[in-house]
């Protein structure tokens, strides 16, 4: 490790399906990094000691690591819990989780739970906490009420006051995935889905709520069977249906979401259907950049326990 970075920490985000790990420097910069296919949805504990291991050698002069994201959960390497929202940047960083994974020595940020007013249930978030304290410490979004985090499970946020409040998950992307892949309707789909005039029309059609989910999915095949919807059409449809509803259930939950510009912070082409699909039902939105968020969320959290010790 160069002089220069002699004060930098090790910043791991270990995921379901991929494990990342950064060099980070007293500004919050990602100085070197370290990608693996090894997310703990399929790794045994002897694979997650071999990764350890491999970024501990990788930066031996590191010595501060914190892990955030499913390494933390019920089947990572250790639980460590979740703190009640609303949370911000203390309230996490008081609940770091000690941990030992080989040769490494870490820190593991603890998620967030919250238990809605409107409905009374509970949801829960890991690895999107840091993500989202870092954007808020940056003033990213700064004057957001809702932020959504488009993804596999989309979570639709209310922040305020630099900390985050009650969420919503969605499983929409995990559903088309599953979708496409077996099943009745993955004989009709054909690509992975694009904006357009059926995405559009999924989006309205979920959104208006005259049937439920379930009815609206079996749809797709018979629109295509009766010649309603060309093959080439379907998975935009499907997209739209998808995501109409989970912005159904975010408007209703979230009555501020009418009135705010949603920052989007995600892939770049998740987060473009997402702002088509808002703006199918006149809500304004924005993409914002999260390429450096955990990062900085990381350099936040290092900073208070560094004061904490």
Known sequence: MNDTHADAF???????????????????????????????????????????????????????????????????????????????????????VPAQIGELALRIVPGVACERAADGAPDIMRGEETELLGLL????????????????????????DGR????????????????????????????????GPAFRAGVRSAVEGHHGLSTLLFGVRARFIRGVLPRQEASA???????????????????ALATCAVPLVGSAAVCALYAAALQEIGIASHVVASADAVARGLMEIDALARHQS
Not at 10 to 26: E, F, K, T, V
Request: hydrophobic share 50%; with cysteine.
């Open 10 to 96: 090790i910043g791991i985000n270990w995921g379901s399906s991929n494990c990342r790990a950064y060099l980070i420097d007293a500004r919050g910069q990602v100085v070197d990094s370290l990608e693996a296919a090894a997310g703990v949805a399929n790794a045994q504990r002897d694979d997650m000691v071999a990764l350890a291991n491999r970024i501990r050698r990788q930066w031996p002069q590191a010595e501060r690591v914190y892990a955030v994201g499913m390494i933390g959960s019920n089947i990572g390497w250790v639980d460590a819990g979740y703190v009640d929202a609303p949370a911000g940047i203390a309230e996490v960083a008081a609940r770091l």
């Open 137 to 160: 410490a940056a003033g990213s979004l700064q004057g957001a009420s809702i932020v959504a985090l488009p993804g596999t499970h989309t979570k639709w946020v209310a922040v305020q």
């Open 164 to 195: 985050i409040g009650e969420f919503m998950t969605a499983m929409s992307g995990e559903l088309f995935d599953r979708l496409a892949s077996g099943g009745v309707l993955a004989s009709v789909l054909s690509g992975p889905g694009e904006d």
């Open 237 to 255: 449809y499907l997209r739209g249906v998808l995501i109409g509803a989970e912005l159904a259930d975010a408007r209703r939950l979230f009555p």
